[in-house]
């Protein structure tokens, strides 16, 4: 009898379950079943027990429990063995092995290395793989503690080491059970140690020792059952009486051995036969238990695949979820954000728009009296030719004009900020626009002692078309600055033509001194607004704003400016604007524009005006003029006053009282009344200009304004209403 463990094994079935009841109902029926597969293996009844641990292992498979895994394959294993179909009982005993491991069962391990260990000693003849088996199995013997266990691993490895002669290797684990016989020691294996302990007496020459031990085990094998290990006594018994030379007992045990043996062999036959049928059946068996594998893996697969699909879902839920947070936030963040934006823009916007207010009204509060000193200055002058040579008045002249030139240009800078300027399509002929700047600036050139030398290029065009009123502004500045800083030099005013494209005509400017200089520390600040260098007491007075016009100014022409300058080596500013050349749009402009508007005629003008002083002013420079006039004080008093007389023309202020020009100019269209009305006014032209022409305004003067161009302006508009009606 080989001592295999399944027996042993079915006591660990009961420990374990103890733990497979407390554990879920699927358990506790595989671990019922793998006891039924085992019973019905003890009684021999294979077929019955490979079926049911077939179930056992299914359903063990399902509910994942390796321990119960690796027992049914040990039964499977167990009944082939039974079987003598070693290949496949070695096959299943590695299944359940590696599921021994799986569960970490080491009572299990001890047990399946045995049976190995047994199968390839003892069936294979592959001792030495065999002999590594039981030393694994005695080594987790070991270390579960179980002796007993150990005891008969060591009985197996000790009878491998004899039968290959290798007595003094085997002999250490004879010895082992010689020790423990009689703890461990049983009737079952009685024989075969009594056996073993003789073979290794008769190694040794111990032959009386020898002799004693087989009779020994013969005797218990004979009072037993164990048919198979009391053959072995018998041959070895005969082999030993050979060598001691008694052939006649020799030749009886060696009878009795093979008398054994063919009733063995018989009782074989007949097992075999009875499961002759089943064991075709068992490839299919086998076939089966692979299914059951192939779906394990593959349940497993798809368990990893769906476990992964889960991870990634779980995975792209988490990015997808940050993504949605992050997208808020940032909307969260960016609206907020936006308010505060359109905040700040809204408090700018605010901002721009009352700067722009402040400066309209500051700009109209300063025109409208600046319009009184200016005026009652030139009249004082015109009145009393006696005064003209004094110093008092034309030191107010003076101031009045630099006040006015200041509102101006801060107005102008304001607007320019504003994006509120356009270029103008004028035609002008250069050479006319230089030469008048160069005289109203004679003055200034007079008191420095300057030469102002004017140089034109002649293939510059006649006439040109382009915003002159803006060219001569810059042009104005920058003279007037060298003329300021030039004592006793020369002033340079100089044109050329620097390239056409098309219709363009690109003028080169360049205004240069031989003055005071600016040192390049300077150069970078002087455009900016309100920036004066060098600024000595007697300088005629100046803003700090020139030049930061002229550079917003060429800014609207697309050009930039270039500034060559040093300390005592005088300045030249240069800088290039197109104009477009184009002598059949020129005639049509100079065309429009030279109408004769000089008239001898006597017109009648309504004055409607509510500053005293101002009212003044007007009606003494239309009188002037030879015309009539008439003045009111207030809209209500225009429109009386028209009900009774008639007028040529009505100069309307639009800052007044009660009622302003605009309400009074509706009103007065409302009457179907259509005598032209000028406003006459102290704010900018552009900012009125939309109300004024819905409310039914003709045209509209800035105060103060040059006399000509009011007649100008009134005789137009008296002919172009004569004409119409
Ligand atoms: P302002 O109206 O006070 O003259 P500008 O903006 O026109 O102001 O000029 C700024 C400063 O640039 C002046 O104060 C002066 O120091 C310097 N500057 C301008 N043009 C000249 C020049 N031709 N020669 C010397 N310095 C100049």
């Known amino acids: 009898m080989r001592i295999f463990f399944l027996l042993i094994f079915l006591l660990n079935c009961f420990v374990n ?39 056992a292992l299914n359903y063990a498979t399902a509910s994942k429990n390796n321990d119960l895994i690796a027992k049914s394959y ?4 167990g009944n082939y063995n039974e079987l003598s179909e070693f290949d496949k009982a070695i ?10 491991y799986k569960a970490d069962n080491d009572s299990l391990k001890h047990n399946l290395y045995n049976n190995l260990g047994n199968v390839y000693c003892f069936e294979k003849k592959q001792f030495d793989k065999g002999i590594n088996y039981y030393k694994k199995s005695i080594a987790y013997g070991l270390k579960i503690n179980n002796v007993s266990h150990v005891y008969f691993t060591n009985l197996n490895i000790a009878w491998a080491y004899f039968d290959i002669g290798k007595f003094k290797e085997g002999y250490p684990y004879l010895k082992f059970i010689e020790n423990n ?10 024989i075969v140690v009594n056996m073993l302990t003789g073979m290794y007496a008769n190694y040794r020459n111990e032959n009386d020792a020898a002799n004693a031990y087989f009779l020994s085990a013969i005797k218990a094998g004979e009072n037993g059952e164990e048919q198979s290990d009391l053959s072995y006594a018998h041959l070895e018994y005969s ?3 050979t060598k001691i030379k008694k052939y006649k007992e020799a030749y009886e045990h060696l009878t009795a051995y093979n008398q054994i043996t063919e009733e063995l062999y018989n009782q074989e036959k007949l097992k075999k036969a009875s499961i002759a049928g089943f064991n075709l059946e068992l490839d299919e068996y086998k076939r089966q238990i692979d299914k059951i594998e192939n779906e394990k893996i593959s349940q497993y697969q798809s368990l990893k695949k769906s476990r992964i699909i889960v991870i990634l879902f779980i995975l792209v839920s988490l990015i997808l979820l940050v993504l949605i947070i992050t997208l808020i936030k940032n909307i969260r963040f960016k609206k907020q954000h936006n308010l505060e934006l359109l905040k700040a823009k809204e408090i700018a916007e605010e901002a721009s728009l009352l700067k722009t207010q402040f400066i309209s ?10 319009y009184g000193v200016v005026g009652i200055t030139n009249m004082l002058l015109e009145e009393h030719k006696e005064l003209s040579h004094s110093k008092h008045l034309s030191s107010l002249k003076f101031s009045a004009r630099y006040l006015l030139s200041l509102v101006n240009d801060i107005l102008q800078i304001n607007k320019i900020e504003e994006n509120k300027v356009i270029l103008e399509n004028l035609t002008f002929n250069i050479s006319d626009e230089i030469t008048m700047i160069k005289n109203s600036l004679s003055f200034l050139s007079q008191k420095n002692n300057n030469k102002i030398s004017v140089y034109i290029d002649a293939d510059i065009p006649e006439y040109l078309i382009g915003d002159k009123l803006r060219l001569a502004q810059i042009l104005m500045n920058l003279v007037s600055n060298a003329l300021k800083f030039t004592k006793d030099g020369e002033v340079e005013i100089k044109v050329d033509l620097c390239k056409i494209e098309g219709k363009n005509y690109f003028l080169d400017f360049l205004i240069k001194d031989n003055g005071v200089g600016i040192a390049s520390v300077d150069q970078g600040k002087i455009f900016e607004k309100f920036v004066q260098v060098g600024r000595k007491d007697e300088d005629y007075q100046g803003t700090g704003l020139g030049l930061s016009i002229v550079k917003r100014l060429l800014g609207l022409f697309g050009s930039t400016i270039t500034l060559e300058s040093d300390i005592g080596q005088g300045t030249s500013f240069s800088f290039m604007i197109p104009f477009e050349y184009d002598p059949q749009k020129t005639k049509k402009i100079i065309d429009e524009i030279e109408v004769d508007l000089t008239s001898n005629e006597v017109y009648k003008i309504l004055i409607v005006e509510d500053n005293l002083i101002n009212q003044l002013v007007t009606k003494k420079i239309i009188e002037k003029n030879n015309y009539v006039c008439k003045v009111v004080d207030d809209g209500f008093a225009a429109l ?23 309400e009074t100019t509706k009103r007065i269209r409302l009457k179907q009344i259509k005598t032209p009305i000028v406003a006459l006014t102290a704010f900018d032209k552009d900012e009125i200009t939309d109300e004024a022409i819905s409310s039914g305004i003709n045209d509209i003067i800035v105060k103060p304004f040059e006399p000509l161009k009011l007649f100008k302006i009134i005789n137009y508009l008296i002919q172009e209403a004569e004409n119409a009606g």
């Open 17 to 55: 379950t103890v733990n497979a009841q407390s554990e879920t109902i699927p358990d506790a029926k595989i671990d019922k079943l793998v006891k039924q597969a085992w019973e019905d293996f003890k009684y021999s009844n294979f077929e019955k027990s490979l079926i049911t641990s077939r179930v």
């Open 361 to 370: 009204t500051i700009s109209h509060e300063l025109r409208t009296p600046l």
């Open 74 to 77: 040990k039964i499977i294993a």
């Open 91 to 100: 096959f299943f005993y590695n299944k359940s092995l590696y599921y021994a």
């Open 239 to 241: 082999k030993f009486l």
């Open 181 to 190: 016989i009689e703890k461990y020691g049983d009737q079952s294996t009685e």
């Open 640 to 662: 009386d006053i028209i009900e009774k007389e008639s007028f040529d023309l009505i100069l309307m202020d639009i800052n007044m009282p009660l009622m302003n020009g605009f």
